[in-house]
């Protein structure tokens, strides 16, 4: 089954286009099932210029409403990505518990005041050493995952958006947060949008894929498309790289609760 769970909004106000445009896209392209999942209100001081407000949430749920009915020929699911930001981790909570989301994918784009996959902060990987960095975030990525209160974490590796990596590899460093999402029983995104970007590799890559595998965590598909053009973004070689580390299910999702369908 071909699905896309990463599709944003225009109330982000930093995606084009209408909802209609994503869903009439994914329905040319084939998928049979799509979820939005923009990024979530956060309190007035946490990266206001990028998500919608708390006031402008009825108009998110009335949007996600009307493409359902006007398109009943696909399965249209209502999520959200949810940042993890200890501090606002009630907030989030709260939101996530009010509402009858399909599900809830975890994010990281901040590191205290670091907006990470955020260009305006860029030179920060110039001033830091790249290992503590990447330490830093994945250790706080195995902090999200231990709160349970994700469905699926997103972008696992989105900390190397602008090309700075470990000399090394990272899957080390990376190694406690994935065993922890294995633990704590939650989904991990493959994400293609890092092929649009610096990285010019899938997140999370090959390595951390293989060894996801291994520990047979469940994955879901995205694009994070914020351009009714990149619905499915490379969704065909993904798959195929997918199904040759040994992948043979994806997860899917209705009101929270997660279920299986075949990787093809
Ligand atoms: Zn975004
Ligand atoms: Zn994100």
């Avoid at 990987?125 to 699926?152: C, P």
Wanted: with cysteine.
């Amino acid at each position: 089954m071909l699905v896309d769970y990463h599709i944003h909004t225009k109330l982000c106000k930093h995606a084009n286009g209408e909802p209609e445009d994503y869903v009439l896209e994914a329905i040319k392209k084939g998928f049979q099932e799509i979820g939005f999942a923009d990024h979530i209100p956060m309190p007035p001081d946490y990266d206001p210029e990028n998500r919608m407000t708390i006031s402008e949430f009825p108009e998110y749920i009335y949007m996600i409403d009307d493409v359902k009915k006007n398109f009943p020929e696909i399965n249209i699911k209502f999520g959200v990505e949810a940042d993890y930001f200890p501090k606002y981790l009630d907030y989030v909570k709260k939101i996530c518990n009010e509402n009858t989301f399909d599900y809830v994918l975890g994010s990281i784009h901040f590191l205290d005041s670091w907006g990470i996959d955020n260009e305006k902060y860029i030179d920060e990987f110039k001033k830091r050493d790249i290992n503590e960095v990447y330490s830093e975030y994945f250790k706080t990525i195995k902090e999200m995952a231990e709160t349970k209160l994700f469905d699926v974490i997103a972008h696992f590796d989105v900390i190397k958006k602008f090309g700075y990596k470990p000399k090394d590899g990272y899957i080390d460093i990376a190694i406690d947060a994935l065993e922890s999402i294995k633990k704590n029983d939650i989904c991990l995104e493959v994400n293609t949008s890092g092929l649009r970007k610096e990285a010019r590799e899938i997140y999370p890559n090959n390595e951390i894929l293989i060894k996801a595998h291994e520990l047979d965590i469940p994955i879901v598909l995205g694009s994070d498309s914020h351009n009714p053009s990149e619905v499915g973004w490379h969704f065909e070689e993904t798959i195929e790289e997918l199904k040759n580390i040994g992948f043979k299910k994806l997860c899917r999702f209705s009101n929270r609760e997660r279920f299986f369908s075949l990787l093809v």
